[in-house]
């Protein structure tokens, strides 16, 4: 069965300092992997996508199948980045995505 | 606004009844997702319609179905509340063709007393 882990439920760091967000998955073949963000009092949108290997606002997710992950990486984190992030799965055979819990990222000033 | 709109935004209701929760997706989008965020729950996949006809169907009890009329407004309805269907309930839609970019409503917060 598809899942998605993300173990932190809380993140916090300071501004300037690098941030990882981990993501791991469960899926036996070829997954398709996105990070969303909502920002507060924003709608859920989508932030990335591994196949387009693609760095938005500064923020960038290698996937590793070995380790089966994506984890989200910022090398300095700015405070408009505190929001909600939520790790999403597709099988690639169909479009329905399967989300993570999410992590509240909180940067602090 | 020619994002999804999900009305109503909130509602509160008593257990036993039943309600419908509305959505529209972005001008030109076929595909219509309903996902249920409860309280220390991540987002869970219901159901999908494309273009009128289910698509994909997650895990929606049997006391909720859906549908996507021909304007491709679609309709959750969820009947016998329960208690424990208090959620936030997210509408998504997409053009069918880009796998994961989905566009989503504010959605609609649905309290069960």
């Known amino acids: ?109 | 606004d020619s994002g999804v709109t999900q009305t109503p935004k909130h509602l509160i209701t008593a257990t036993g009844q039943r309600v419908t929760l509305r959505c529209s997706p972005r001008s030109g989008d076929l595909s219509v997702y309903w996902y249920q965020q409860s309280l220390d729950q991540g987002l869970q996949f219901l159901i999908q319609y494309y273009n009128g006809e289910e698509r994909a169907k997650g895990n929606i009890l049997e006391r909720f179905s859906a549908q996507q009329f021909p304007d491709l407004h679609s309709e959750l309805n969820l009947s016998s509340l329960e208690l424990g269907d208090s959620a936030l309930y997210f509408c998504a839609s997409s053009t069918g063709t880009i796998t994961g970019e989905l566009f989503f409503g504010e959605g609609s917060r649905l309290t069960v007393l």
């Open chain 1, 1 to 109: 069965a598809q899942r998605v882990t993300q173990p932190e439920k809380l993140l916090s760091v300071f501004k300037g300092a690098p941030v990882e967000l981990k993501c791991n998955y469960s899926y036996s073949g070829s997954p398709e992997l996105f990070w969303y963000v909502q920002y507060s009092r924003q709608r859920l949108q989508l932030l990335l996508r591994h196949i387009s290997r693609e760095s938005i606002k500064g923020f960038t997710a290698d996937l590793n199948k070995g380790e089966t992950s994506f984890h989200l990486k910022k090398p300095f984190a700015q405070e408009e980045d505190s929001a909600m992030y939520y790790c999403a799965l597709s099988d690639g055979g169909s479009e329905k995505l399967v989300f993570g819990k999410g992590t509240k990222l909180t940067v602090n000033p």
